[in-house]
Every structure is written in C-alpha cells, then in structure tokens.
Nanobody, 115 residues
Framework: QVQLVESGGGPVQVGGSLRLSCTTS????????MGWYRQAPGQQRELVAI???????ITADSVKGRFTISRDNTKKTIDLQMNSLKPEDTAVYYC?????????WGQGTQVTVSS
C-alpha cells in the first residue's frame, strides 16, 4: 500500500524559508509524477509544483522564483524548498503521487506565514 508522509511544515515569518519533505512507502514505480499541492482555508486545493521522473517540472506562477521542487529517485522522496515566504503561502501542503493511473495523497503539513 502506497503511503506518503510530509514533514517540515510549521510557523515562519514573512520572508523566511522552509523545506518540506515527502517520504514514500509501498510500491513506487519508476515512471511517475510527484509534487505538492496546497489548500488555504476556504479555498480549493491548488497546484504548487510537479516533478516527473523525467525531471520535467511544472511550477505555479504564484511561487515561481521562490519555490523549488526536487526529487531523489533512489530514495523515492521529493522536497519543496520555499523561500521568500508570503502570508498568502499559508496553507496545508499536500504531497502528491500519480502512477499507474492512480493518485495518492499525503495527510498534509501546515505552513503558516506571519508578519
């Protein structure tokens, strides 16, 4: 059974940095897409960044230049380096995996940016 576990969230001040990590367990195939989504209170879940096994990335315009997604294919983990954080980045961040036509989600980790 595939499981995703996020870590690294927490409170941070405006302009600060956080690094989120997502570890996986279960059968993870070599061909997949992994990434991060976020959901703020009262908002729909939105894409933050995606990275494919080919290293192709997709990053939301709202975080371009500030957030960087990376993956370790050996460890089957992904990270999200978040710099220059803004109050509007406050949300629950979810790790995402798509493989073999199935989507998997982690439980989420809270990121709170305050001034």
């Amino acid at each position: 059974q595939v499981q995703l576990v996020e870590s690294g969230g927490g409170p941070v001040q405006v302009g600060g940095s956080l690094r989120l990590s997502c570890t996986t367990s279960g059968t993870i195939f070599a061909i997949n897409r992994m990434g991060w989504y976020r959901q703020a209170p009262g908002q729909q879940r939105e894409l933050v960044a995606i990275i494919e096994n080919t290293w192709r990335t997709i990053t939301a315009d709202s975080v371009k230049g500030r957030f960087t997604i990376s993956r370790d294919n050996t460890k089957k983990t992904i990270d999200l380096q978040m710099n220059s954080l803004k109050p509007e980045d406050t949300a629950v961040y979810y790790c995402y995996l798509h493989q073999e036509g199935v989507d998997y989600w982690g439980q989420g980790t809270q990121v709170t940016v305050s001034s």
